[in-house]
């Protein structure tokens, strides 16, 4: 998996980052600046809509996703099985539209290398699910 | 106000009948001004210009109208209009009316319309109302150990209290496992999780005089109309402001509250809004639910009329709605649902928790 850079827009008076971009900050009257973030994050909650609006098919499967920086996304995914709150996502736009996927062991031994060195904590505790996921014997999501 | 559920007559029929009713209560003819709450009339029913609209169509129309519109809480909105106008000696009373009529429209239709109150952006991926709302239940699940016996067991209390009340739009009552076992709309919320759609129209008169019920505290908050913009998402900042301010202007906090009409679009909602409003410690309500606390005959009855779920929710009637069912609790006219109460509070989401009220209401001795 490769990690996309996602367009966000940051405040310059409170550093806050947006995504997708917004000319305004939601909490200054100031013009925000471009910036990106990387597209890696955690599921903040999803839902799986029985019936949705015109123009999509059921099941529709939505989640918020809180990206590394503190950038909160909705967004599509294929499916919503082995996912729970908290589950480590990438996450990608494909014409516009964000699109998360749960991260394969091997994505995430890939991030702990990237990582290696960057974070203890945030390392110990890929490793830590890592190994607990092995231990239980579950599929990891295809990433 | 008026019978809530599916209405053959038109919104402003509606109005009018609710209306009339309040005017004829408070033994008044002619209001020095007029505040009418709609929310989305021009998508429901082809017509603008509500203010004048309503007017002309009961005899006011050379009455002052405004129309105000906050989304779903537009009720609430409207009553701090009118309690501002007088509060300002603009007026000495104000007639104000709130309504909406849907049932003539197909569902997605209805929903549609709805969901123009979220986030332009975050509508692009399909999310309504209910699957805002079922974000925010998983959350809640999540981090705050909510149930779904907890939230299924608030539908059943309001369609309990609902068969009581003969303007509600749901007189049946639910079981427990009938809530548990329906369909899924917005997993984890179920169908009998959601408030039905309805018509209806509810009105309430304010004066300068010395009336039966005085409105001792309101307060409005607000928050981003994007939820990805919150970092909060199991309780609601723009309820626990609301209830901050009206807490302040009245003088006393949630201790004396005896009585409350919360807004329980969907029923986790009911749970998360008793904690925010301070009637509830953090994390209880759910509990306290199943314990009987807020039925009709506990420590603290809670949607008495039957709430959003069961009394039914016709958007910008429901605000002045929840306020009126206290009004009648307060002045012992609930027949077959009566509780003791002196003090009383309304609660009313606007949007996704975007433009908030709170409303405390003391009976005077």
Redesign the interface.
């Known amino acids: 998996m490769i990690v996309q850079a996602i367009g966000a827009s940051r405040c310059p008076r409170c550093e806050r980052i ?3 971009g917004a000319r305004y900050c ?1 909490d200054h009257p100031v013009a925000m600046e471009p910036a990106t973030v990387p597209g890696i994050g955690e599921i ?13 098919k059921a099941p ?1 499967h ?1 989640a ?1 996703i809180e990206l590394e920086g ?7 995914g294929q499916e919503t099985r082995g996912i729970r ?1 908290g589950s480590r996502v990438g996450v990608e736009s494909l014409d516009g ?1 964000f699109y998360f996927s749960h991260m394969s062991y091997a994505d995430r031994a890939r991030l702990f290398w990237r990582r290696a060195g960057a974070g203890g904590e945030k390392v110990a505790s890929i490793t830590k699910s890592l190994a607990k996921g092995l231990f239980q014997g579950r599929s990891g999501g295809e990433g | 106000m008026t019978r809530f559920g599916r209405r053959d007559e038109s919104l402003p029929d509606l109005i009018a009948e609710a209306g009339l009713a309040a005017l004829r209560d408070a033994g008044l003819e002619r209001p020095d001004a007029l505040v009418v709450a709609a929310m989305n009339p021009e998508e429901f029913t082809g017509a603008g210009n509500y203010g004048s609209l309503i007017g002309t169509h009961f005899g006011l129309a050379q009455v002052p109208s405004v129309r105000v519109e906050t989304a779903t809480s537009s009720g609430v909105a409207a009553v701090y209009a009118g309690f501002a106008a007088i509060g300002a000696g603009l007026h000495r009373s104000v007639l104000v009316v709130g309504g909406e009529k849907m049932s003539h429209l197909p569902t ?1 239709r209805v ?2 319309i709805i ?1 123009r109150s979220i986030d332009p ?2 509508r ?5 109302m ?2 805002l709302a ?3 239940t ?2 809640a699940m ?2 705050r150990g909510l149930t779904l016996r907890e939230m299924s067991q608030v539908s059943v209390k309001n369609h309990d209290n609902a068969a009581r009340n003969p303007f509600a739009h749901f007189r049946e009552r639910v079981t427990l496992e009938a809530v548990m076992e329906s ?7 179920r169908l009998y999780h959601c408030c039905p759609i309805s018509d209806g129209a509810a009105a309430l008169v304010l004066t300068d005089e010395r009336a039966p019920v005085r409105i001792a505290g309101i307060g409005q908050g607000t928050d ?1 109309m ?6 909060e ?1 199991t309780s609601f900042l723009a309820t626990q402001a609301a209830a901050q301010v009206a807490y302040g202007m009245a003088g006393f906090g949630p201790e004396r509250v005896e009585l409350a009409e919360i807004h329980d679009a969907f029923s986790p909602f009911e749970l998360i809004s008793l904690e925010d409003t301070g009637l509830m410690p953090t994390g209880k309500a759910g509990r306290a639910t199943l314990d009987g606390e807020t039925a009709l005959d506990g420590r603290l009855p809670v949607n008495t009329s039957g709430g959003l779920k069961a009394r039914g929710h016709p958007l910008a009637a429901t605000g002045i709605a929840q306020i009126v069912e206290l009004c009648w609790q307060l002045r012992g006219m609930a027949e077959g649902r009566q509780v003791s109460a002196r003090v009383a509070l309304a609660q009313s989401i606007g949007g996704l928790a975007t433009n908030n009220w709170v409303t405390l209401l003391e009976a005077r001795p």
């Open positions: 947006v995504v997708p939601p903040v909650s999803f839902t799986t809509l029985h019936s949705p609006p015109e123009g999509f529709l939505i918020l503190g950038a909160r996304l909705f967004c599509h709150i539209v | 997605p929903s549609e969901g952006h975050e692009t991926y399909g999310t309504t209910p699957a079922g974000l925010i998983r959350a999540h981090s369909r899924l709309v917005a997993d984890p919320l981003t994007a939820v990805r913009y919150r970092s998402l």
